[in-house]
């Protein structure tokens, strides 16, 4: 018999009624062998959760802790340009690709077989490699042999731009796009999921009413999907902030380091220029944006849960 | 003909409903073909490359003049200097992948036992702070995990990459294993219980069993991270034997000549089993991530 048995028995006098309070409090109601399985069940994730999250996370906020750093950081024009890349990459390619996501899930609901066909081979680019897929995008947009450029070339008779080359707001388009390319297929399959579990009935009933087309997904499908393309929001614009693939391959930063964002730029200040404690304050002058949207996201993902 | 105008309004009105059908079909097929090229170019641009010989790269032709298998070749038999450590390289992927996808499972399995199905006090902080290691981008995190790594005397080692894989996928494996726990009943265990199980007992006999569904959907996840992620393998794996494909695949970037074509062949020879997988498995990769939002 473990002592918490015989304390629930009372045939023993227990320890203090403090001790006992307190060792409930911890256990709940988990009888003795119970609460050292569960915690024993627990041990794995706890470990690995602080030697590989809450450690590197201390260890980060220590390196850039000075003030200092964030005057250096600020009178840098990299930096300054760097923060308007970010704002404008993350502002434009997740509402872009949002928006773009919700109208394709809408087209992939009709009932045909090439409609079909077509989801299959549209989700290629979430299903392969980010590598791959933009090392491609980077030799595609080559101003002088790039297979765009001999594309506007051969058909049109255009002579195309070096897109990656020449101008920053072309390289930072290209990079803009290449991500909604690769990771539009993504939310549209989510959201595709979410337009099938709205119940047919409720299409049936608007019918009968009379709604159809803009005013059916108006009063319909946008207010049970709304819940889901906000948390989809967030939690896409907390991905795009922290996205390093797309601008790292693509343009890589170029030309003449104009495109870079804070992701990009935080590794290159520390791998690169050889300055940790320069890339963390980078990527840390990202949390006043990254905090609240991780608040929002946690409170929304906690209630949906309940509702599961 | 007894009642014209009611004749006359259905006649009218036929054409003009077949009319507006026809063409919205048309609209849809106009945007099938506009996404079609839109995804499709980036995939013809890798194909068609790594079916150029070598030397035709730099052409301003838009489907190569002379396609031949000949770098995929190269980069099966290791042709290239480049490549010739590519089957080992292949190797420490898999061998990464195989590692992250077994300890995901067992690190968020036990621990959403734990919470899920023992439900021991204060489980809800351990299930927020998965969430909030899911919420953070890895991105953010990879100059102090570099330093880590080199206090755990852990760098240029494949087992540095696994923990970082691991670190990333478990927080998912937890979530989607407590959404889908919530659907195993709970009186199962109850009845365990009652005729003596161990909580070690329930675990492997019912837990485990009923939740291969979701298993397999978290498998399938933490094998393709750990498979497509570049970053972390990139800042800790440094040497030609410990590197992993995407590295030695970058490391092409850099080189002067840039050999496009066996590069693109090592790129398709890398995406295949990830896409060869997603396609088996597409059905159970998203079921988790949608969570009933609508129902909100």
Redesign the interface.
Known sequence: MDDAQVLRAGVLPGPSPSVRLRRR????S?QG???T???A??I???A??L???A???A??LW?GHKPALYAELVSEPIYQRTVVNTVLYVAIGVNLKMFGALL?SG?FM?R?W??RG?L??????W???????F???H??LNG??G??N??L???FGIDGPGWLETSRWLALGSVIASHI?KWM?FWT??LL???M??PQELYEAADVDGATGLRRFLHVTFP??A??YL??TL?ST??T?????SVY?VSGGGPALSTHVL?TL??RD??EIGR?DL??AA?MS?LPLMVPL?IL??RK?R???V?? | MTAPSIDGKLVGRRPNYRLRRSLTEAAALALAVVVLIWTLVPIYNIVIVALEPHGDVFTNDIWPANPSLESFWIVVTEGYWYLEHFWHQFGNSLYVGVATVILTLVIGSLASFSIGRIRIRYGWLVSNAALLTYVIPASFLAIPFYRIMHIYGLSNNLWSVIAAEVTFATPYAIFIFQQYGVSIPIELDEAARIDGASPIQIYFRIYLPLMAPALVAVGTYALLLAWNEYLYQFLLLSSKSSMTVPVALAQFLNSDEAPWNYMMATAIVYALPPVAIYYAFRGRMTAGLVMGGVKG
């Open positions: 409090a911890w256990r709940g988990l062998s119970e609460f399985w569960a915690v069940f627990l794995p994730y706890a690995l959760f030697a590989f999250v450690y590197p996370v260890y980060g390196l394709l087209f009709r045909r090439w409609v077509l299959l081979v549209y989700v290629l680019p299903a392969m490699p980010a590598l791959p897929a090392v491609s995008i030799w595609m002088q042999w297979l765009l001999n594309i070339w051969n058909i390319w297929p399959v989510i999921a979410g337009r579990s709205i049970l999907l819940n889901l948390i989809c939690l907390i991905f902030l922290g996205d390093f693939n391959f992701a935080g590794i520390a791998f940790p890339g963390v990527v990202a991780v996201l946690m993902l209630t949906t849960e509702q599961l």
